[in-house]
C-alpha cells in the first residue's frame, strides 16, 4: 500500500492505545530499565511521575518503538510490537518528542516541521496546512522563517512539540516538554495537552508534578521500572498528609508513595 493510501485509510478505534502485560525492557547488558510493566492506557492525558532513573525515559522511548521490548507483551494502537510489525505504519500514527532531538541549524522553523512531516510519510498536499497548524498551535507563527540557529532554548522546545503534533496523532508521546518554557508557555501548553488529550492518547513524562495536576486525567507514578500507582490527579493528593514532603497536597501524595515505594524518604 502507497503512504498516500495508508495515511487515507480511516482511523480505528480502540480499547486501549497502550497496552502493556509483564514489559521488560533492559537497557545494556544487566539494567532492567522496565521491570514487568501492566498498564493499560486509553484517550486522554496522561502524566507518567517518577524520579530520575526511574525508567521513564526508557518506557517512553520502548513507546515510540525506539527501543524493543525484552520481555512481555506490548500492544500499540492495536498492534502488538515484537517480532515482524508494521513500524512505518505505526510510526506515522504518533508523535514523539524525545528529551533532547537532533535539528538542522540552518533551517527554518518551517522547513524543520516540514521534513518531520515528510518523514512521517504524510499526504504531500496536507503537509503546508498541517504545518502552518502546528506552527501557530505553539505560539511560533510569527518566527516560522527564522532558522533554527537564531532560536532560544524554549523556542526550539516549542518546535520540537510542532513537529510532534504535526501529523495528529493517535498516540502522542512527549519527554519532559516543558523544559526550557517560561510560566506563560507552560499554562499555554496545558491548554494544548487537554484540547489533544480529547481524541488521543497523550503521555507526558516529567518531574513537575505541578504540571500533571493541572493538565493530566490521569497519574502514572513509576519507580525503579515497576508501576508504583496509576489513578487521578486527586487520587494522588489524597495518598499523601501534612506529614509528608511537599508544598501541595498532590506533591505530599507523590513523596508518600514513591517514599513508601522505595522503603525511604522522599530523596
Avoid at 505541578?210 to 487520587?235: H, N, Y
Wanted: hydrophobic share 45%; proline share 4%.
Amino acid at each position: 500500500m502507497r503512504a498516500v493510501e495508508a495515511a487515507e485509510v480511516a482511523p480505528a478505534t480502540y480499547a486501549w492505545e497502550i497496552q502493556a502485560q509483564a514489559l521488560k525492557v533492559r537497557v545494556g547488558r544487566k539494567k532492567m530499565a522496565v521491570d514487568g510493566l501492566d498498564l493499560a492506557l486509553g484517550t486522554g492525558v496522561h502524566g507518567l511521575l517518577g524520579p530520575n532513573g526511574a525508567g521513564k525515559t526508557t518506557l517512553i522511548r520502548t513507546l515510540a518503538t525506539v527501543l524493543r521490548p525484552t520481555e512481555g507483551e506490548l500492544t500499540l494502537l492495536g498492534e502488538p510490537i515484537g517480532g515482524r510489525f508494521d513500524q512505518r505504519g505505526l510510526r506515522r500514527r504518533i508523535g514523539y518528542l524525545p528529551q533532547t532531538f537532533g535539528y538542522y541549524k540552518r533551517f527554518t522553523v518551517r522547513e524543520f516541521v516540514e521534513y518531520l512531516a515528510w518523514l512521517k510519510e504524510m499526504p504531500k498536499r496536507e503537509v503546508p496546512g498541517a504545518v502552518q497548524r502546528a506552527i501557530e498551535r505553539v505560539g511560533l507563527a510569527e518566527r516560522a522563517e527564522a532558522k533554527m540557529k537564531a532560536l532560544s532554548g524554549g523556542m526550539i522546545r516549542r518546535v520540537g512539540i510542532a513537529q510532534a503534533i504535526v501529523n495528529d496523532p493517535v498516540l502522542l508521546l512527549l519527554d519532559e516538554p516543558t523544559a526550557g518554557l517560561d510560566p506563560a508557555q507552560r499554562l499555554r501548553f496545558r491548554e494544548l495537552l487537554q484540547e489533544i488529550g480529547r481524541d488521543a492518547c497523550v503521555v507526558v513524562s516529567t518531574h513537575l508534578v505541578e504540571d500533571v495536576a493541572a493538565a493530566c486525567s490521569d497519574v502514572v507514578l513509576f519507580a525503579a521500572g515497576k508501576l508504583v500507582f496509576q489513578g487521578t490527579p486527586a487520587d494522588l493528593a489524597a495518598a499523601g498528609s501534612e506529614a509528608d514532603v511537599g508544598d501541595s497536597p498532590i506533591e505530599r501524595g507523590y513523596s508518600a508513595l514513591l517514599g513508601h515505594a522505595q522503603g525511604k524518604g522522599a530523596w
